[in-house]
């Protein structure tokens, strides 16, 4: 590039596609070790970008100091309404591998497939715009995904909440899937004796990718989705994949906002996640006589999404109170341990349903009616709710408990085993 490149509107047309995808494809061994030989990588960089202009100059900067410059970075601002759009214009000034997009906001998957349109490298990968890359990040994924002609290449994340920092490895065991080992990752990629746990990040940062299995895969995704955007997209990838590789480092640095609009509720957040879950279903079901399993992963997340966004009817599913925790008696002396969003909707359940609270606990209390996790060895009770849904949280919570006394014979966690049983019924009822 010899310039950067600003564009003004999103329509690409048929035949400009087609060339970019031909270009794309012509990148041989040949080219990728001339651009080796070069010291850039074969790869672009797509940032979408929507008012983060407190943010922005960190990202770019991060992503231009890498330790081998990568051959593209392609931003679309998503209808700006702060400083970004200027941000973004005075950088690809500044810097010929940077290639701009204006065009109206039609939220992140749009911006992301809109900025894939324009990718030339063989390779991509994406970046929010909030967050930040280490220096070698790039260099470390492209080494291996060019050495094994990988398909995907992952890796783990730090989880920056201010001054505070948290490393959060890939789960996915470091070494290249293909053939058998990947098929057995297909069909756990959600776990089915974890609940809710997946065996590979699913987020799309943190990654490099093959740009034409990315355009595949985002192909005619429904832009309205607002909530498992990555979702939609990674694992359809990997289930599409012919090798995945998993590195052990953590180079991804991901912003925990306190301003984010992420986390808010909007009026039509239950259509949105309807779409979703029919999009993923539709996708999922491609695979059925492929994948073992496949329609099971999806009923997970399915629970998962409503535990999340509709607790009330996921508690009271299958006409089972309290469903999947299993029977509880209406007259148990309950202790409920934690107060994260679905802690408290249990918290609500409970309530709401007469069911009697010896006490709410949480190692760090900061609601009213929580208190410390130390009271427990002084207080009665029948069982011990934990009100979390990530298992490895909940493995935590779990360890936590017997260390301060409780029997195990009294604690009770979602159960994946009564989650599976309902899956399997209704793909049976589906398929009858």
């Given at each position: 590039m010899e310039a950067g490149r600003l564009k003004q509107q999103n329509i690409i047309g048929r035949g400009a596609l087609s060339k970019v995808t031909e270009e794309a494809s012509a990148i041989g061994a040949d080219k990728q070790h001339e651009m080796e030989m070069l010291g850039t990588l074969p790869l672009a960089v797509v940032i979408p970008v929507y008012n983060a202009a407190p943010y922005l100059c960190q990202c770019l900067d991060s992503v231009l100091a890498q330790t081998r410059p990568v051959r593209e970075i392609i931003c679309v601002n998503d209808?700006?309404?702060?400083?970004?759009?200027?941000?973004?214009?005075?950088?690809?000034?500044?810097?010929?591998?940077?290639?701009?997009?204006?065009?109206?906001?039609?939220?992140?998957l749009a911006a992301r497939r809109d900025g894939v349109q324009l990718v030339t490298s063989l390779y991509v990968a994406s970046v929010d715009a909030d967050d930040f890359v280490a220096p070698e990040m790039f260099a470390s994924l492209m080494d291996v995904a060019l050495r094994e002609d990988a398909d995907i290449v992952t890796s783990g994340f730090f989880r920056e909440y201010g001054e505070f920092q948290m490393a959060d490895p890939d789960p996915l065991p470091v070494g290249c899937y293909r053939g058998t080992k990947l098929a057995e990752l297909q069909s756990r990629m959600i776990l089915l004796d974890r609940f809710f746990r997946s065996s590979v990040a699913s987020s799309l940062c943190g990654k490099v990718y093959k740009a034409e299995l990315l355009r595949r895969c985002q192909r005619d995704v429904d832009p309205r989705i607002f909530m498992g955007e990555d979702i939609v997209i990674i694992l359809p990838m990997i289930l599409h994949a012919k090798c995945v590789c998993a590195l052990a480092g953590s180079y991804y640095h991901y912003r925990y906002r306190t301003d984010s609009v992420a986390g808010e509720r909007k009026k039509d957040d239950a259509e949105r996640v309807a779409?979703?879950?029919?999009?993923?279903?539709?996708?999922?079901?491609?695979?059925?006589?492929?994948?073992?399993?496949?329609?099971?992963?999806?009923?997970?997340?399915?629970?998962?999404?409503?535990?999340m966004q509709h607790a009330e009817s996921a508690l009271s599913r299958n006409g089972e109170d309290l469903y999947?925790?299993?029977?509880?008696?209406?007259?148990?002396?309950?202790?409920?341990?934690?107060?994260?969003?679905?802690?408290?909707?249990?918290?609500?359940?409970?309530?709401?349903?007469?069911?009697?609270?010896?006490?709410?606990?949480?190692?760090?209390?900061?609601?009213?009616?929580?208190?410390?996790?130390?009271?427990?060895?002084q207080l009665s009770y029948d069982l011990v709710l934990i009100g979390i849904i990530k298992a490895n949280i909940a493995d935590e919570a779990a360890s936590d408990l017997k260390h301060l006394g409780v029997p195990e014979e009294k604690i009770r966690r979602i159960d994946a085993q009564l989650i599976r049983e309902a899956a399997e019924r209704r793909c049976f009822s589906e398929q009858a």
């Open positions: 209808g700006s309404t702060d400083e970004s759009g200027t941000i973004l214009d005075q950088y690809a000034e500044a810097h010929s591998c940077i290639e701009v997009l204006h065009k109206k906001n039609e939220g992140l779409i979703f879950l029919k999009e993923l279903k539709k996708r999922f079901s491609t695979f059925i006589g492929h994948v073992p399993n496949i329609m099971t992963q999806w009923y997970f997340i399915h629970t998962y999404i409503d535990m999947p925790f299993g029977r509880v008696p209406q007259d148990a002396e309950i202790l409920l341990y934690g107060s994260g969003k679905f802690g408290r909707e249990l918290k609500e359940y409970l309530d709401r349903h007469g069911y009697h609270i010896v006490a709410w606990v949480d190692k760090s209390p900061s609601r009213p009616g929580v208190v410390r996790r130390e009271v427990i060895p």
